[in-house]
């Protein structure tokens, strides 16, 4: 008879983070980040980001909303629900601000494409909500939480002295208290959930983070490439 596997005593959120430790050093080092935080960013890319991550928000938005309906802690679903809200608030607070003062009306952001890491990172959140367990869809969401608010707290440190930074309200924005606060409480249902987890349902939440936690490094870096698919040469105008 196999011997039980041993539990160990570090928690769920300890090992994810310890596992992608050079990941997310390489997200603090990408260029896009770099020049966000000396404010050398280019318009174009900062655009194209902002077009993207709004798209990506409002997947994100539903995958939180299924998240709070699938929960069976009202604490959580109650917290899920406000999360969703929040996120399509900011999308249209923050985003929408910058892109008003660039000039971009409504025509301007539709008039670009979807990325297609925008499309995959937001596909594959909306399709583990739909088909994993519960825990590994709280693990899924939780790098946009946590990687977003370690980015944030770092390029705030960094900028500290800079006035008039062009970019300042974005780095407000995920460097705020109250989004460390949430960052905090996702990481609590996910130490929790993971608890009582058997293990391959806590190694799917560990497969779930770190592939989260790619995506946050392809989408920061589709954004510096300005990502257009590969294919669109070979298709005919829409009409």
């Not at 910058?98 to 000039?103: I, R, T």
């Not at 500290?160 to 300042?168: I, K, M, S, T, V």
């Not at 560990?206 to 698919?229: G, H, I, K, Q, V």
Request: charged share 20%; hydrophobic share 45%.
């Amino acid at each position: 008879m196999p011997e039980a596997e041993p539990r160990t005593t570090e928690s769920f959120c300890d090992a994810a983070w310890a596992r992608t430790a050079a990941l997310l050093d390489a997200i603090h080092r990408h260029p896009f980040n770099t020049a966000l935080g000396d404010g050398t960013l280019s318009r174009d890319r900062f655009t194209f980001y902002l077009v993207q991550d709004g798209r990506y928000l409002a997947a994100y938005a539903k995958t939180l909303a299924t998240a709070s309906a699938r929960a069976g802690d009202p604490a959580d679903a109650m917290f899920f629900a406000q999360s969703a809200h929040t996120a399509l608030a900011v999308e249209r607070a923050l985003h929408t601000g910058y892109l008003d003062g660039f000039g971009m009306g409504a025509a301007d952001v539709a008039a670009v494409a979807t990325s297609p890491t925008c499309l995959a990172y937001a596909s594959y959140l909306q399709a583990t909500a739909l088909t994993a367990p519960f825990p590994v869809l709280v693990a899924a969401v939780l790098p946009c939480f946590w990687v977003y608010q370690d980015v944030g707290t770092a390029l705030l440190e960094r900028t500290a002295g800079l006035d008039g930074h062009p970019y300042r309200a974005w780095i407000s924005t995920y460097s705020d208290p109250a989004f460390a606060a949430s960052a905090t409480q996702v990481r609590g249902i996910a130490d929790r959930l993971a608890a009582t987890a058997d293990p391959e349902t806590r190694r799917a939440m560990t497969e779930a983070f770190c592939r989260a936690t790619e995506y946050e490094w392809m989408f920061w870096d589709s954004a510096w490439r300005l990502e257009t698919w590969p294919t669109g040469q070979w298709l005919t105008p829409a009409s």
